[in-house]
């Protein structure tokens, strides 16, 4: 497995932290910071090599729905094995765990997968992170806290879904109001 991947997000976490933290009471925010995290921790990682093989086990589970819940466990068990073989970081055992939720659950969707995977990177970077948001605020704005980030990590599922084997998603770019006060790497790293 990896390094500390969390750890070169740690600043740029605690600066997103403090943005969520005046959005969830009331104020204006800008997801520049929280797509940059998603940003930085594919990066980090170069990109998700499990991920591929993840959805097509999704696949296989949703083109035969008559024996999804049967073959569940196995689709369980080959995303595990995916995981072990595809030398992956700690993002990839993420997305195992979010892939093991969302097949008990019964939905074996790509969307809703990659959605839950960003928004446990975005949570474990910004909310949980140390200097994060539950040490701002505690566990009150937990929810409103991941709602606001819900949007990023929909835009960060929606580039994997369009690029599983991507080892950047440029999701910053998108968000980016450059001008002369800008801080681009959300500072000191």
Not at 99 to 127: K, M
Not at 143 to 170: F, T, W
Request: net charge positive; proline share 5%.
């Amino acid at each position: 497995m990896d390094g500390d991947i969390f750890g070169a997000v740690s600043r740029l976490g605690r600066d997103a932290a403090d943005g969520l933290g005046r959005a969830v009471a009331g104020e204006p925010w800008d997801p520049f910071l929280a797509a940059r995290c998603l940003d930085v921790l594919l990066t980090k990682a170069s990109g998700l090599p499990s991920l591929p093989g993840v959805l097509r086990q999704l696949d296989l589970l949703r083109a035969a729905p008559l024996f999804a819940s049967a073959l569940a466990d196995s689709a369980v068990d080959a995303i595990a094995r995916e995981v072990r073989t595809a030398n992956g970081t700690v993002l990839d055992l993420i997305l195992r765990a979010e892939a093991h939720r969302n097949i008990v659950r019964g939905e074996y969707g790509h969307l809703p997968l990659l959605q839950a995977f960003c928004l446990a990177l975005l949570d474990r970077a910004i909310i949980s992170g140390r200097g994060g948001l539950l040490e701002q605020v505690g566990h009150a704005g937990r929810r409103k806290a991941l709602s606001v980030l819900a949007p990023v990590a929909r835009e960060g599922a929606q580039v994997l879904i369009a690029r599983p084997d991507a080892k950047r998603l440029r999701l910053a770019r998108r968000h980016a109001q450059l001008d002369p006060d800008t801080d681009l790497l959300g500072g000191a790293e």
